[in-house]
């Protein structure tokens, strides 16, 4: 069974830019999610993705969207970056609706400059 | 909203001492609780998770009792080692589906 995996591991943009994570997600599961992980803090959820459909979204604005596509794989996108994105971005996925255990990824650290 | 209270730390312990690490939540109505580990430059691993009142979710030596009367989920365990050195956090589902994290707590471990 192919665990949780994520893409690139680190990543360097300037203010302004735009950039594209990648996850996918373990066998079976249909449901992803996404985390941002500040420094020295818990992560805090940004959306979650269920059967190709946005199915909730936290305290973040419109620059972060995300897709999950036919094989349960998603993208989080952020626009115009700002300093404050530097974190590292978790991606979780879990089988169904709150019907199993979110299983974590290693996570994209992402430093804007 | 719902949230999640953990003790801050460091907590810095030495080896084979026993370990408690406090975990309180808020939440409208009666969510699964998981305490997950993260050790340096790495992402969240699952250690053990609780779905209801009373249940006891236990892995490698740690161990977590749901108490609904107290809205508590405390990380235990008997001997910790070296090895445990991490940062754990105490997570609850909300009716969302979403997982609400607390701030973490930072355990080292001495040999």
């Known amino acids: 069974e192919t665990g949780v995996t994520q893409s690139p591991t680190h990543l360097i943009k300037t203010r302004g830019q735009q950039v594209t994570l990648r996850c996918s997600s373990q066998s079976g599961h249909n449901t992803v999610s996404w985390y941002q992980q500040a420094l020295g803090q818990g992560p805090q959820f940004i959306f979650q993705?269920?059967?190709?459909?946005?199915?909730g979204r936290g305290n973040f604005p419109p620059r972060f969207s995300g897709l999950q596509f036919p094989n349960y794989s998603s993208e989080l996108n952020v626009n115009a970056l700002e300093l404050d994105d530097s974190a590292l971005y978790l991606c979780a996925s879990s089988m169904g609706q709150g019907a199993g255990t979110q299983y974590f990824g290693p996570g994209t650290r992402l430093t804007v400059l | 909203g719902d949230s999640v209270t953990q003790m801050e730390g460091p907590v810095t312990l030495s080896e084979e001492a026993f370990l408690t690490i406090n975990c309180t939540y808020t939440?409208?109505?009666?969510?699964?609780l998981f305490w997950y580990v993260q050790y340096p430059g790495e992402g969240l691993q699952l250690l053990l998770k609780?779905?209801?009142?009373?249940d006891k979710g236990s892995n490698k030596g740690f161990e977590a009792t749901y108490r609904k009367e107290t809205t508590s989920f405390h990380l235990e365990k008997g001997s910790v080692q070296v090895s445990d050195s991490a940062v754990y956090f105490c997570?609850?589902?909300?009716?969302?589906?979403?997982?609400?994290f607390g701030s973490g707590t930072r355990l080292l471990v001495r040999p």
């Open positions: 997570a609850l589902e909300d009716s969302s589906y979403k997982l609400i």
């Open positions: 939440a409208t109505g009666y969510p699964s």
């Open positions: 993705y269920y059967r190709e459909e946005e199915n």
């Open positions: 609780a779905t209801k009142a009373d």
